[in-house]
């Protein structure tokens, strides 16, 4: 552990676009010494060892907590993650908090602690009511997969409304998690969240309302529709399609007075003597009792 922590850090001269291959900053801090443990050694317990080092002597606390949290999350340790992000955001400046929210709703979900997500997605939608969001700018700079890309203040808060419509699925409270799919629909549509909603119907037996939202994304009505989600949509279509055949022999059954439960017997019997011929209900051992006791009184 000690060797690995005392490597020396290659410096410009060293090396022609050491920096930029592998994104490690210049400098020799502990910050710099933790990036370097996570993207060139590929030794995560050295890295979180140096960000809690950045973290206590000041040095760069906004990345070096948030980027030990997703190392914390990648070994596992989310709880430990967690608590660390609430202990020492404090330290933090306020434009870093935003993207610290981001990281903990990440972690709640990951462990499963939907009383918490909800709780902090709430919240961050009563920064955008108050237009706290963004630090007040319409629009920030985010980041997806390696690139970056311009976030409105519409499409953060449809995004955060999916969010919340999920977590309300995970907690089977489909009816909540209906209304707020159809506010985040009515912000800034997308086909992944369209589908999420069809979800929220199924549970609920609406199975009209969901056949018309997959045909919509399946006619690319609505935005965002890839491959993977069209093939998704077609999924849904064929269990909506054969959940409303199912709903449809149950009404068929009911409008005939006949209760699965109840009835069921009685039914058979009825299509039994329509397509089988008479015979006695007595067992054949009976039957042959019955002729000799008849043979036996002549």
Sequence with gaps: METGLKKKIPRKNDKDLFHIVFKVPSGEGPYVRAKYAQLVDKDPEAAIYWFWEAISVGDKVDSALKDMAVVMKQLGRMD????????????????????????????????GKVDEQIELLKYKLKLIYLGEAFNGKPTKTARSHGKKFQLSIKQETSRILGNLAWAYMEKSNFIAAEAVYRKAQMIDPNANKALNLCCCLLKQGQYDEADTILKDVLQNQIQWCDDKTRKRAAEMAVEVMNKKLSSNLLLNSSSLGLKFEDDFVEALERVMKEWAPTRSRRLPIFQEISQYRDQAAC
């Design 80 to 111: 430990e993650a967690i608590e660390a992000i609430k202990s020492f955001r404090g330290l933090c400046s306020r434009n870093s908090q935003e993207s610290l929210d981001n990281v903990l709703i990440d972690l709640y979900k990951k462990c």
